[in-house]
């Protein structure tokens, strides 16, 4: 591999070889790694945290995103995605239906599909070498399991990458609730047919672009490079095809902490590390030397805590995604009135995602088959105050079966200092005003 190239592939750092850039003299070298002792403190940190989960999530997500940004260690991160995402919620209230969806037979015309793409998914891994092999077999169950989960998406070709990187950390089951919850909570709309969100996050990343990097923008704009020609890869395969394969891991940890805005970031630091001054737009006269510049950023800029220090930097907040979003959906509109893109259904992080389903576990107690949560909102009952005094003396006594021995009223007055004879008048009322009492 040339000097100045980056691979443009997972392939180029196979995750059964170990993490490995291209150096300054086109050798083959390991990323630096942590020293085994801090390592070994962030597992510790994150086995009791992901012990006490809920309570993590409800009461110290910062912590959480701050520990995510620095990585995940690789040893946790088949505990930590599934908890951090939401698919083992999902599966803990699906118990048993991947292994219905799997046992069934699927659509045809899918399977077809999916069997013609599955050897393009990291052909250079070792799970994913033999057609007949466990990863390219669970690859195909799985991908089967999601188009009969939900038929009217179907397959698309992007949650291949997707599901296979899944599958090298977890088993097949979790995998599969986790590719929901990315294609549902996470990204919603980008693997339907109409593929809308990812037209309307593509003019989002231009909005974004124009602020945090204008010369890269105008260029774009004046060559006419449109935002689907570069975007579309990065985000449909969450950059798993697109950056070493040690980076894409971090940024999936990031990502499935913080959400989409994490996507985002990474793309504009990727068109500022390509576009972003005179003297790298000095060669680009036009669509394809543009493309080819994106295409090939120097691998040293790539290794993951140089890019990931420049993403975390990168001034783009979630409030600033859905103002683009809603501008940006309003003009589709106005040129497509049929473009029916939801922006509630994408939920921007973590936390959210973990709110939203301690909500339905609230309202839905008795379903699936896990111990209620403890962070449950509780059901509020409002019992009605207790009636006035004054209407209960009103009310007309049961004198059913009852006899009644009427005395004579006293003529003398009980109150002190009183004269004899004397009617002692009205008694004072010693009960406090309703609003006194009972608010």
Known sequence: MGTEQAS????????????????????????????VELIRRREARWLEMTSHW????????KKVKVLCRKGIPSSMRA????????????????????QELEQSP???????????????????????????????????????????????EGYCQAQGPVAALLLMHMPAEQAFWCLVQISERYLPGYYSPEMEA????????????????????????????????????????LYSRTLPFPTVLRIWDAFLSEGVKV??????VLVRLALGSSEKLRDCTGVVETLEKLRNIPARLLQEDTLM??????????????????????????TRPDFGCCLERRLPNAKAIFDAQQLEDAQQPGKGSHPASTFLIPEIVVNPPPPHPKEQRRKKPDTRGKTFH??????????????????????????????????
Not at 54 to 61: I, L, S, T
Not at 79 to 98: E, F, I, T, V
Not at 109 to 134: A, V
Request: glycine share 10%.
């Open 263 to 268: 996507l985002f970031r990474v793309g504009l």
């Open 106 to 152: 699927g659509d045809p015309q899918w399977l077809e599909t999916i069997e013609k793409d599955i050897h393009r998914q990291f052909p250079f891994h070792e799970m994913f070498l033999s057609p007949e092999g466990h990863g390219q077999r669970g690859l195909l169950q799985l991908l089967k399991a999601y188009t009969l989960y939900r038929p009217r």
């Open 406 to 439: 009427v005395g004579q009223r006293p003529v003398l007055s009980l109150i002190p200092g009183g004269r004899e004879g004397e009617d002692p008048g009205p008694t004072k009322r010693n009960s406090a005003p309703y609003l006194d009492t009972y608010f």
């Open 54 to 61: 809920e309570k993590a999530m409800a009461r110290r997500y």
């Open 198 to 237: 990812v037209l309307l996050d593509g003019e989002v990343f231009v909005a974004l672009l124009r602020r945090v990097c204008p010369k890269a923008y105008k260029h774009l704009q004046k060559h006419g490079v449109g935002p689907l020609l570069y975007v579309t890869e990065w985000f449909l395969c």
């Open 309 to 334: 220090a420049e993403v975390h930097d990168m001034a783009v907040l979630d409030r600033d995604v859905e103002r683009d979003c809603r501008v940006q959906l309003a003009k589709l509109r106005k």
């Open 8 to 35: 443009l592939s997972s392939q180029s750092s196979a995750p059964g070889e170990g993490p490995s850039v291209a150096t300054e003299g086109g050798r083959r070298g390991r990323t630096s790694q942590p020293p």
């Open 79 to 98: 505990r930590c995605w599934p908890l951090l995402c939401g698919g083992q919620a999902s599966m803990d209230r699906n118990l048993g239906k991947y």
